[in-house]
């Protein structure tokens, strides 16, 4: 998506009718070996979404370069998001992807994000609040953002960026 005035996405929910499938991005699915871009936006706003993996978006490289203002809030991603599932794995509150970028925008702000294992209760994951690795062998991690193993994120020449109460529990 490049070179809009305004993006939103708000309110969507990706979901699974079988307990034996996940659920992959809430307001956008890239698949496994998928390139999301958005780019040269005027403003970009994810809020309210929901999935098992990358409550906003699930991808395998992720770039959001060049936007003017971007919100991402309010984003869960939760074991159970199917009534009957017994996933025993949240990750990426609002984003999960092996490669992700966001570079030269105005401001970026990350607020309110969720990974939450309904499954499990346990203590708040201190080294997985905001960015969590597979690798660290946790069942709950990227309250904001979630790389998988060996994935690179790249925060670069953007405005300001911001990272607030955002929890993977």
Known sequence: LSDNGS???????ASSSSSYAYAYGGAIYG?????????GNGSVTFSGNSAGFGGAIYGRT???SGNGSGEVSWNTTSSGVVPDESSPY???GAI?????MLSENKEVSFVGNLAHLRLVPSPILLDCL???YRGVNRKSCGGAIYG??????????????????????
Request: net charge negative.
């Open 90 to 92: 949240a990750y990426g």
């Open 148 to 169: 998988g193993e060996d994935s690179t994120i790249e925060l670069s020449e953007n405005g300001s960026v911001t990272f607030s109460g955002n929890t993977a529990y």
């Open 130 to 132: 905001v960015v969590g």
């Open 7 to 13: 993006v939103e996405f708000i309110g969507n929910k």
């Open 31 to 39: 698949g496994d070996y998928s390139t999301i871009t958005l780019s």
């Open 96 to 100: 999960y992807g092996d490669n992700i």
């Open 62 to 64: 992720i770039e959001l």
